[in-house]
């Protein structure tokens, strides 16, 4: 609230989205999903509008998608994450892989979901990502089907 305060007295437009975006994704922590998620897509589409240089905010959004199983809004966001991670943007680069796995399997191609899992386990390990390693990781052994790859990475 504070944020969206800021950005509208001190007229920082650019700033909106994400202070839109914060507020959904507080909104949908505390179980207000349908709101939360209304003002969270409203801040995406402001960031995408202003050209947000980061995809880290994309990201955010569809995992929160990913885990209110909201899988077509998270793929929505993926897709503007992953014109980031393409032109070099890597930071957040495991996460993304690891979201798409999660898409993937939704859809039912474990094959692609095993490849994006493996792909994310060895970004992190590059970058000595812990955080996203740790999430990868669990994943993986949470997910487990028999004769995935994952199981024998």
Do not use: K
């Not at 994704?25 to 801040?43: S, Y």
């Amino acid at each position: 609230e504070e944020m969206t305060q800021l950005t509208e007295s001190e007229e920082l437009h650019y700033w909106r989205g994400h202070a839109e975006l914060f507020a959904g994704l507080a909104a949908v922590a505390e179980g207000r999903a349908a709101a939360g998620f209304a003002l969270a897509r409203t801040g995406i589409d402001r960031l995408e509008d202003s050209h947000a240089f980061s995809n880290a905010w994309y990201i955010v959004h569809a995992d929160a998608c990913i885990r209110a199983g909201r899988t077509e809004e998270a793929a929505r966001s993926l897709a503007l994450a992953e014109l980031g991670f393409a032109q070099g943007e890597l930071w957040m680069g495991a996460e993304l892989l690891r979201l798409r796995a999660h898409l993937r399997l939704a859809a039912g191609d474990g094959v692609a979901a095993d490849a994006d899992f493996a792909a994310a386990r060895d970004l992190a390990r590059r970058q000595e990502a812990r955080l996203f390693l740790e999430r990868i990781e669990q994943d993986m052994a949470r997910l487990a089907r028999p004769g995935a790859a994952v199981r024998r990475a």
